[in-house]
């Protein structure tokens, strides 16, 4: 791995099917170790139910106003300066509830790969 600075680069921000938008800052096979990206839910969306196998995620909300749902915990309100912990193969989504944006960064470890999402609203037929 080499030194590096990256800056944030929002035209790089693109759609998922998980209902957000994401613009990865950090996230290589240079550094399997951890990946980091900014993800953006708009004013009353909910994310769908999904789970990262073998990776524990951490959601660091930075603006707006969220509805956690992870694991067996009760839904529960997120605001900025909140941290959610979120265990490798544990279900999770999460909802906007506020007028602006909800914006969080996600930060994986190890490192993010489409292989390791599982969308169980597909599976289970939610």
Same mark, same amino acid.
């Given at each position: 791995m080499k030194e590096v600075i990256t800056r944030l680069d929002l035209d790089?921000?693109?759609?998922?099917? !998980?209902?957000c938008f994401v613009t990865e800052l950090c996230n290589s096979p240079d550094d399997p170790s951890a990946s980091i990206a900014? +993800?953006?839910?708009?004013?009353?969306?909910?994310?769908?139910?999904?789970?990262l196998k073998d990776t524990?995620?951490?959601?660091?909300?930075? !603006?707006?106003?969220g509805r956690m749902e992870v694991g067996n915990l009760?839904?529960?309100v997120?605001?900025?300066?909140?941290? +959610?912990?979120i265990p490798s193969s544990c279900p999770q989504r999460i909802a906007n509830i506020g007028d602006a944006d909800l914006i969080f960064?996600?930060?994986c470890t190890p490192r993010f790969t489409n292989e390791i999402y599982e969308d169980m609203e597909d599976a289970s037929g939610l």
């Open positions: 790089q921000e693109f759609e998922t099917r !998980e209902r900014r +993800v953006r839910v708009a004013p009353g969306v909910t994310t769908r139910w999904h789970l524990i995620e951490r959601y660091i909300i930075l !603006e707006g106003a009760s839904a529960q997120v605001n900025p300066g909140d941290v +959610v912990i960064l996600a930060v």
